[in-house]
């Protein structure tokens, strides 16, 4: 059964994402949450972020790309130019 996500559920995730001190993994990030749900209900809101372009994985960690993101530009600002 799946379980679709409220829209509280869905700023609850991301707010917590955009709070974490550094870059969340998965499991790290369903802990920490304020509310407990599901994971399969927390693994189709991260699929609803990256699909709509809000976040990013690197490696295993979750980057929040949307809005302004202070973690993200000092991330691109030191990366290794190709």
Known sequence: MVHEPRLDTILMV???????PSYPKK???WRSLPKKMQY????RVLDYFEA???IIYNSSEI???GGNNPKLKEMIRTAVKL
């Not at 991301?14 to 974490?20: P, V, Y």
């Open 14 to 20: 991301e707010k917590a994402i955009q709070d974490f």
């Open 27 to 29: 499991m790290e990030l």
């Open 40 to 43: 399969q209900t927390f693994k």
């Open 52 to 54: 709509s372009g809000k």
């Open 63 to 65: 980057i929040y790309t």
